[in-house]
């Protein structure tokens, strides 16, 4: 037997009892009674949803936000290891040029203005790449903010449902159906609010991943840009060896050229 049912049979039955108004004024305060509950239940579990899923974003966008300095402080560790590598490939192609008794110091004059301008200039793209990230998962997170806030919103439509019902025996079917409706908004309210939660936080790994991508993109190009400069160097430095032994061969054949002329005459 429906709820419903049953309190219309109870009205009856107290009509002939008390008389139908006082018997309408019985069943409107205990359901109201219910209906009170509900909403104070209701209440409980949208706030501690709120609560629960503003804790979880709070978090994660502490991390965003110390997610940039983090980059930064491992493009740079990382940058001076490239460096120093380059620093230490070149130094090898100028000790191998001095054992042979070639002079390249030409070759590197601007070698460790090249490398640390390399340092400098990857910073500002890595900084705006990585900013255009934050700032995209700045807004999502304020909206993320907004709508689980916003789910306050139910707690008073039920209220004003409540409300419009009225009150008397015509409004016992009205507040049954809405006691229903709180009942199971108690239900679907908090497992809504962990879905959306849980949408944004995998939203924004997806961003985090996207921040560090930024430093990833940095430490190629200045990778490049490091190898440009040994590359250079090393072609230098080979021009050098080169042209010191072609000129080193004209001199051997010059002097047997002369030789052979001073022992033939």
Avoid: W
Avoid at 58 to 87: C, F, H, W
Avoid at 181 to 208: C, H, N, R
């Amino acid at each position: 037997m429906s709820a419903v049912r049953a309190l219309m049979i109870f009205c009856l039955f107290a009509n002939n009892v008390f008389g139908i108004e006082d018997a309408s004024n019985m069943q409107s305060y205990g359901i109201m009674e219910n209906i009170e509950g509900a909403i104070e239940n209701l209440e409980n579990v949208v706030q501690k949803g709120i609560d629960d899923g503003l804790n979880m974003i709070n978090d994660v966008y502490e991390k965003m936000m110390s997610l940039p300095m983090q980059v930064v402080l491992e493009t740079r560790k990382a940058l001076t290891v490239v460096i120093s590598k380059t620093g230490d490939e070149i130094n090898a192609m100028v000790k191998k040029a001095e054992n042979l008794g070639v002079d390249v110091s030409e070759c590197t004059k601007s070698t460790d203005y090249s490398l640390n301008s390399i340092a400098i200039r990857v910073m500002p793209p890595l900084m705006n790449c990585m900013l255009g990230k934050i700032c995209e998962a700045k807004v999502i997170l304020e909206k993320a903010v907004s709508d689980i806030n916003g789910y306050v919103d139910v707690i008073y439509e039920m209220q004003a449902k409540v409300t419009e019902c009225g009150s008397g025996v015509a409004s016992l079917k009205c507040l049954a159906g809405v006691l229903a409706d709180i009942t199971k908004t108690s239900v679907q309210v908090p497992l809504e609010m962990m879905k959306m939660v849980k949408q944004v936080l995998a939203l924004m790994g997806t961003m985090q991943e996207a921040v560090t991508e930024c430093g990833t993109a940095a430490m190629a190009t200045a990778t490049k840009q490091c190898a440009g400069v040994a590359l250079d160097v090393g072609k230098c430095v080979s021009a050098k060896i080169n042209g010191t032994f072609i000129l080193l061969k004209k001199k051997q054949l010059f002097v047997s050229f002369i030789t052979i002329l001073y022992y033939t005459n």
